[in-house]
Nanobody
Framework: VQLQASGGGLVQAGGSLRLSCVASVRPASRYYVTWFCQAPGKEREYVSSINFRSDYAYYAEPVKGRFTISKDNAKNTVYLQMNSLRPEDTAVYYC???????????????????WGQGTQVTVSS
């Protein structure tokens, strides 16, 4: 399975971007797809997850109300709509997928089998 992340770019504070994560095969219904981000000099952090069966979405506190995760099963694609962007959102965003992660472990990078290459998001003030 390969994941391809795209959609990053340079945007002013308050602007929006939509990231895409395309899987080379259709994820099984039990899979979770998650976005992480890593700012320069910082650890990789959890952003948001979606379950392919239930459509349930989960968000880190800093992005609640600003980011929306969604999926298009027909395109094997998960999106991260990022609104009201802030300079502190600047980071490389990675998508990851797992067949075995459980709800209590969504934020654990070690739980993910597959990773995309990352896409840079830069928010200017």
């Amino acid at each position: 399975v390969q994941l391809q992340a795209s959609g990053g770019g340079l945007v002013q504070a308050g602007g929006s971007l939509r990231l895409s994560c395309v899987a080379s095969v259709r994820p099984a219904s039990r899979y979770y797809v998650t976005w992480f981000c890593q700012a320069p000099g910082k650890e990789r952090e959890y952003v948001s997850s979606i379950n392919f069966r239930s459509d349930y979405a989960y968000y880190a506190e800093p992005v609640k109300g600003r980011f929306t995760i969604s999926k298009d099963n027909a395109k094997n694609t998960v999106y991260l709509q990022m609104n009201s962007l802030r300079p502190e959102d600047t980071a490389v965003y990675y998508c990851a997928m797992s067949s075995s992660v459980i709800l209590s472990n969504l934020a654990s990078q070690n739980a993910y089998n597959y990773w995309g290459q990352g896409t840079q998001v830069t928010v200017s003030s």
